[in-house]
């Protein structure tokens, strides 16, 4: 059994710490905003979550039509990952 990490065990956990920081300093570091004050520090936040589980949404569609129509296997798989990472971030 290969105990290192594969490639996409290394690009995930960046990913997560990518996230932890961009949080942080999306919610502790900006500036409050001008008018709306320290609620718009919640659309640093906020909107690029949305933007990613729009995308996980499309590539479970594209996935889930071409599973159909192709003949090669692995759309299915493409489709549950989608559909799981679009919720997980649409529950964050």
């Known amino acids: 059994m290969n105990r290192r990490f594969a490639k ?3 690009v995930g956990l960046a990913a997560i710490l990518l996230f932890i920081v961009g949080c ?9 905003e001008r008018h709306m ?3 718009q ?9 949305a933007v990613a589980c729009y995308v996980a ?3 479970t569609a594209l996935a889930s039509r071409a ?5 090669r296997t692995g759309y ?5 990952a989608g559909t799981k990472n679009a919720a997980e971030q649409a529950t964050a």
């Open 8 to 10: 996409e065990h290394w």
């Open 24 to 32: 942080y300093i999306g919610l502790f570091v900006a500036p409050a």
């Open 37 to 39: 004050g320290e609620v």
């Open 41 to 49: 520090r919640i659309m640093y936040v906020h909107v690029p979550v």
């Open 57 to 59: 949404f499309f590539v």
């Open 67 to 71: 599973q159909p129509s192709g003949r």
């Open 76 to 80: 299915e798989t493409r489709a549950r």
